[in-house]
Every structure is written in C-alpha cells, then in structure tokens.
C-alpha cells in the first residue's frame, strides 16, 4: 500500500511538472488559456454561481431544505427512491447542473441530513450539465439546432438517471452477496434525518454561508482556468481544426470541446453523437470541479467517476438510436 502511495505520488509531480514545460514552450496558448478561463469564470460562473451557493447554503443550514422536500416528495421520492431529504439535491441539481448538484448534495451529507450510500447515489444522478446549457449553448448556439433541445437534454438526463440505479442496484446486489448492508434502510434514513435539526438564523450563519460561497467559486475558477490553458496547448498542436483534437478538449473542458466539434465539417448526426458523449462524461474539469465542492463530505470521487464513465456509454446509445430512428 505504502508503495503504491509513493508510485502515485511520483506520477502527479511527473503531470505537474510535465504542463509546468508545457506553459513554458507554448507561452501565448497558456495566456489565451488564462484568459478565457478567467473571463468564462467572471462573466458566467462567478455571477450565476456565487448568489446560488450562499442562498444553497442557508436553505440547508436553517433546514429550509426539509420543507422544500416535503412538497415534492410525493413525487420526486417515489420516482427515484429516495428520502425525503433527498429529494432537493434532485430538485437543485436537475435545475441548476454541475456543481451545484454536488454541493447540495455533500451540504447535506455532512449536515447528516442523508446517509452516505444515498449521497452516492445522489450524486452520481444530479450532478450534470445544465439544462440551459445544453438547450441554448449546446442545440442553439453551438449546433444551431434549435429542433435537438428536448432530445439531447432527455439523451444526457436519461444516460445520467439508468447509470445511477444500474450501478446503485449493483452495490445492492453485491452487498447482499457479501452479506453487507450499506444501502439505507428506512430506520437509517430516520436516523440521519433526526439529527438534521432546524436552526434560528444569525449572522453568524450568514457570514460562513458566504465565505463558503467565495471558497468554492474560487475553487472552481482555478480548476476552469487550469484546464483552458491545457485546452488551449492542445489546441495549437497540430492543424486548427481536426476530431482527435476536438475530442481530446472535450475530455478535458466540454465548453470549448464542443465549440471545436461543431467546428469540423462532419455530418449532424456525428457532431450530435460526440457531443452527447462529451456532455455526459462532464470532461475532467467537471470532475475536479465536483471533487473540489465535496469538502468533508468524505464522498468517494471514484465510485462518481465510474458511474459517469457508464453514463457516457449510455449516452453513446441513446444518441445514436435517436439519430438513427427518431431524428427527422
């Protein structure tokens, strides 16, 4: 174990080491990179971002969360499976995207508000592109496609929702197997709800809802702005526009990825395709973001990092069965 510790540790200073050279000998793709990461996070993510957390924030600490829960509980908690509680990081992450989905759902882990294994599920369900994102950025802007909005949006929401319950019934499964039981049951889900108590609103409250809100923006603004200089060094590698590459930066940031698809001249159903894929998987950006919200959450960034690598395949299918068979 100890050497495998040590093995990991000399290949993360190898990859910091390795881009370090590589701000070095493409200097001006690096600043470019900067640039419009810093100018992506302050115009976009900064003012979107930032109100949602500290008022996130709040609901959650003062147990607003509980009420709002309990009204759509009918609904939302027989649909997916979940508690009561779990039923508004559903709600935040299916409106809001990437990472709200993740902070909400870590908020209340850590406030025991639910339990771990129905944080895990919750997280690898509600944590995904916006749905603005992907109908005005994605299908209008980017593909202009107005008439792909609703279906890429059910292809990402669907991909995301059958990998979640195909890998949380495969715990259940194999935790039956090995005669654990780690999925909540309902005295558990009562016992962590009981502990989830309302409290009075101070100022103290207010101020360490919003410190929290700059932490993670500022969080979040260094990931974006580290993987748009790597997306730019890769992009000035070889010919301006090519797949591979296209590709390549959509793995590692979706936004410009998917400006550098719709860019190829290949056919419609291919760009749709790719950018479901692309979209689905969240790119390492997404990943590092969501890393960075999970605070002392203790979430398992691995288990959501496998069930986002199924619900790329997911995605993958449904895309090319709805080019196939259902686009006109």
């Not at 890429?152 to 654990?180: C, G, V």
């Not at 039981?181 to 103290?204: M, N």
């Not at 360490?208 to 969080?219: K, P, Q």
């Amino acid at each position: 174990m100890k050497s495998m510790y040590i093995y990991k540790n000399k290949i993360y200073k190898g990859i910091i080491l390795f881009f370090f050279i590589l701000m070095f000998l493409f200097p001006y793709a690096s600043y470019k990179g900067a640039s419009s990461g810093l100018m992506l996070w302050f115009l976009n993510i900064l003012p979107t971002l930032l109100p949602f957390i500290i008022i996130s924030n709040l609901i959650i600490r003062l147990n607003i969360a509980s009420k709002i829960s309990r009204l759509i509980y009918p609904i939302i908690g027989k649909l997916f499976r979940v508690s009561q509680n779990g039923c508004y990081p559903i709600l935040v992450g299916f409106l809001s995207g990437l990472p709200m989905g993740a902070k909400v759902v870590a908020d209340l882990k850590t406030e025991n508000g639910i339990t771990e294994k129905e944080a895990e599920f919750l997280l690898s369900m509600c944590n995904n592109a916006s749905p603005i994102f992907i109908m005005t950025y994605i299908a209008t802007n980017q593909l202009k496609m107005p008439s792909v909005r609703l279906p890429l949006f059910i292809i990402i929401y669907s991909s995301s929702i059958i990998s979640a319950n195909i890998y949380r019934t495969y715990e259940r499964n194999r935790d039956k197997r090995l005669n654990i039981s780690k999925y909540p049951l309902a005295d558990e889900t009562v016992k962590a709800q009981s502990s989830y108590q309302s409290k009075k609103f101070t100022f103290s409250i207010l101020d360490d809802s919003i410190m929290n809100g700059f932490e993670v923006i500022t969080r979040i603004g260094g990931y974006i702005i580290l993987f748009s200089i790597l997306a730019e060094i890769i992009n000035a590698i070889g010919p301006s526009v090519s797949l591979y590459k296209a590709c390549a930066m959509g793995f590692l940031e979706i936004t410009t990825g998917i400006d550098q698809i719709c860019k190829i001249r290949i056919d419609s159903n291919i760009k749709i395709v790719l950018i479901s894929i692309v979209t689905a998987f969240g790119g390492l950006s997404g990943l590092a973001q969501t890393k960075s919200v999970l605070g002392e959450s203790r979430l398992s960034i691995r288990s959501y990092f496998s069930v986002k690598l199924l619900s790329t395949c997911v995605a993958m299918l449904l895309s090319i069965l709805y080019v196939l068979f259902f686009r006109i």
